[in-house]
């Protein structure tokens, strides 16, 4: 997978997630995703390209983490 397309799809997961306004921040040897939800800073260092599938699935994962984890935040 290329390295674009790697990107596009990640910032497609954050969107779907209901993370608003996803970037992706070039940061040396990795690349930083930010955006926020709900108000509150969403963030994660990647690698700059995927090395296997599962990088896609790990960074997903740990959006929904931090989504879950504010979300969880403001019901209590």
């Given at each position: 997978?290329?390295?674009?397309?790697?990107?596009?799809?990640?910032?497609?997961?954050?969107?779907?997630?209901?993370?608003?306004?996803?970037?992706?921040?070039?940061?040396g040897?990795?690349?930083?995703?930010?955006?926020?939800?709900?108000?509150?800073?969403?963030?994660?260092?990647?690698?700059?390209?995927?090395?296997?599938?599962?990088?896609?699935?790990?960074v997903?994962?740990?959006?929904?983490?931090?989504?879950?984890?504010?979300?969880?935040?403001?019901?209590?």
């Amino acid at each position: 997978m290329s390295t674009l397309k790697h990107f596009r799809e990640t910032l497609a997961d954050a969107a779907n997630l209901g993370i608003e306004g996803a970037q992706i921040i070039e940061r040396g040897k990795h690349v930083l995703l930010s955006g926020l939800y709900r108000g509150k800073p969403v963030t994660h260092f990647m690698s700059r390209s995927p090395s296997d599938g599962r990088v896609r699935k790990n960074v997903r994962a740990h959006l929904r983490r931090r989504v879950r984890e504010i979300a969880n935040q403001e019901m209590a």
